[in-house]
Each structure stands twice: as C-alpha cells, then as structure tokens.
C-alpha cells in the first residue's frame, strides 16, 4: 500500500497533558502497542520491520530530515506476526539500529497520534496525517497536521527533525 503522511513528531518531558488534551477530541483508542523496530543498513531511503502486539508491519519511506512537520512517502506491507520475516531480513540485510517504544495509538479521521515511551529518549508525541493512494491531497494533509500542532501549543524547538532511529544512532 502506498501512502502520503505528513507527520510532526516532538519532544516531551511528558506526554500526559497531551494526551489529556486530545481525549477532549473524542479520538478512537486503539490501545497500548509495545513496538520494536528493526532498522535495516539501506542505500535510499529505510527500511524498517515493525513488530508489535498491535501493529506489524515492513515500512519503506523516505523523509527529509526537517525540523518542521513533513512529508513522507511510504510503502506499507502489513502481516501476521512471524519471526521467519525478522529471520529473513536480518540474514540479507544489516541491521542499523533497534528502536523499542510503547505506543498509545488514537486516530481521529485520518489523523494517527502517538503517544510514545522510547527506551533510551523519553517521550514523545506524533501526529501524521494519512492519506491512502491518493485520498487526500498533500495540501489537506499539511493543513490537518498543523492545526493539531496549533491544538497541541506544540512550539517549532519542540519538533524534532530525525527519526527514532536517528535520534539513537546520534547518541551512541
């Protein structure tokens, strides 16, 4: 499945009043994911395996390293837990680094928050606006996704412009 996600992720010293704020908001719940992500060494773009209680999934992307809400193009392939993928992945591919976070998942719409614990950073929200194979226009998405950052009083220093995964290999 290709996707259009326009996304913000920031820096919280706790996620509380956020989350607290956005269940103002009515959002659907979709429960408490416990998430490893493996990246693997790629010469474009990544390229992670995502396994979880909730979500699984092999994510392509590409994205800029901006330290404002961006664009990323993603090719998504979701399965049914099994470790013969990890198995396979990790013989062809070496792994760059392994980023373990809990996850609270809510979505309004086409808007999928984050609330996440990430072992090693702390905590952090993300929001990404979806859209599905040409759903919603780069613009709408942009539009959704800023506004839930002015909803949220999310400042620009608080935006972090890296991935987990980036964030990690920065600090080793």
Same mark, same amino acid.
């Given at each position: 499945m290709q996707i259009?996600?326009?996304?913000f992720k920031a820096k919280v010293d706790t996620y509380k009043s956020y989350e607290e704020k956005l269940l103002e908001l009515n959002p659907e719940y979709k429960g408490v994911d416990h998430q490893v992500?493996?990246?693997?060494?790629q010469?474009?773009?990544?390229?992670?395996l995502r396994e979880g209680n909730i979500e699984n999934s092999l994510i392509f992307y590409n994205r800029p390293n901006s330290p404002t809400a961006k664009l990323s193009k993603v090719i998504l392939y979701k399965f049914d837990p099994n470790p013969a993928l990890h198995a396979i992945l990790s013989t062809l591919f070496e792994t760059l680094v392994v980023v373990k976070k809990t996850r609270k998942i809510y979505f309004i719409d086409n808007v999928k928050f984050h609330f996440d614990q990430v +072992?090693?950073?702390?905590? =952090?929200i993300e929001v990404e606006?979806?859209?599905? %194979?040409?759903?919603?226009?780069?613009?709408e998405l +942009?539009?959704?996704?800023? =506004?839930?950052?002015?909803?949220?009083?999310?400042? %620009?220093?608080?935006l972090i412009e890296m991935s987990y995964s980036d964030l990690l290999l920065e600090k080793a």
């Amino acid at each position: 499945m290709q996707i259009d996600n326009f996304e913000f992720k920031a820096k919280v010293d706790t996620y509380k009043s956020y989350e607290e704020k956005l269940l103002e908001l009515n959002p659907e719940y979709k429960g408490v994911d416990h998430q490893v992500d493996t990246y693997f060494v790629q010469l474009k773009g990544r390229l992670k395996l995502r396994e979880g209680n909730i979500e699984n999934s092999l994510i392509f992307y590409n994205r800029p390293n901006s330290p404002t809400a961006k664009l990323s193009k993603v090719i998504l392939y979701k399965f049914d837990p099994n470790p013969a993928l990890h198995a396979i992945l990790s013989t062809l591919f070496e792994t760059l680094v392994v980023v373990k976070k809990t996850r609270k998942i809510y979505f309004i719409d086409n808007v999928k928050f984050h609330f996440d614990q990430v +072992s090693g950073l702390g905590e =952090f929200i993300e929001v990404e606006s979806i859209g599905k %194979e040409g759903s919603h226009t780069i613009e709408e998405l +942009s539009k959704s996704t800023h =506004f839930y950052q002015n909803y949220f009083g999310i400042s %620009e220093e608080q935006l972090i412009e890296m991935s987990y995964s980036d964030l990690l290999l920065e600090k080793a």
